[in-house]
T-cell receptor, first 114, second 111 residues
Framework: QQQVKQSPQSLIVQKGGIPIINCAYE??????FPWYQQFPGKGPALLIA?????SEKKEGRFTISFNKSAKQFSLHIMDSQPGDSATYFC?????????????FGTGTLLAVQP | DTEVTQTPKHLVMGMTNKKSLKCEQH?????MYWYKQKAKKPPELMFV???????INESVPSRFSPECPNSSLLNLHLHALQPEDSALYLC??????????FGPGTRLTVL
């Protein structure tokens, strides 16, 4: 019940395309859903995050769609660029007081071809 | 200052060595974390410090010993590691109950 399932494992799109990465969770106590972007040899960078009180959040070219009833959320990257080529991790957590234990998905390796 | 810094960037050590990893943040965050990440895998939580006290230890072997000397600094002391401990070690910090911000990591190789 603590798992977050992420798909696809890898994804190739052409420049300007809209890659979509999906995540699903079981634990209804989760109330915070971030996405991280990681380049090779670097630490994960927080990209965008959503809480269950909204169904969509946009920050620049990145959009999270959230479906509370289906317990699913997804990341859309508009007008994708070769510089977006990276590994993307979804995550989930429930507010645990002073700390925030993130449960990560397995990751999606995105390649954007020029 | 809005970042988490980690030193060293790279570390090579033998199985009998003792070394330490260092993490620092000056964002006033009261929770700090150590993660281990193997290639092509998500980060794996090791330890959590909240208000300078160890609050979560994810059953990590005793050859890894965390320390939080103050609210800005987090250390990970390493002793008698195994080759399978080679990985990217990530530090993160967060305000209470909020987003986690990761450092660039230390690439550790155990020979």
């Amino acid at each position: 019940q603590q798992q977050v399932k992420q798909s696809p494992q890898s994804l190739i799109v052409q420049k300007g395309g809209i890659p979509i990465i999906n995540c699903a969770y079981e634990n209804t106590a989760f109330d915070y859903f971030p996405w991280y972007q990681q380049f090779p040899g670097k630490g994960p960078a927080l990209l965008i995050a959503i809480r269950p009180d909204v169904s969509e959040k946009k920050e620049g070219r990145f959009t999270i769609s959230f479906n509370k009833s289906a317990k699913q959320f997804s990341l859309h990257i508009m007008d994708s660029q070769p510089g977006d080529s990276a590994t993307y991790f979804c995550a989930a957590s429930g507010y645990g007081g002073a700390t925030n234990k993130l449960i990560f998905g397995t990751g999606t390796l995105l390649a954007v071809q020029p | 200052d809005t970042e988490v810094t980690q030193t060293p960037k790279h570390l090579v050590m033998g199985m009998t060595n003792k070394k330490s990893l260092k993490c620092e943040q000056h964002m006033g965050h009261r929770a700090m974390y150590w993660y281990k990440q193997k290639a092509k895998k998500p980060p794996e939580l090791m330890f959590v410090y909240s208000y300078e006290k160890l609050s979560i230890n994810e059953s990590v072997p005793s050859r890894f010993s965390p320390e939080c000397p103050n609210s800005s600094l987090l250390n990970l002391h390493l002793h008698a590691l195994q080759p399978e401990d080679s990985a990217l070690y990530l530090c993160a910090s967060s305000p209470v109950g909020d987003e986690q911000f990761f450092g660039p990591g230390t690439r550790l190789t155990v020979l």
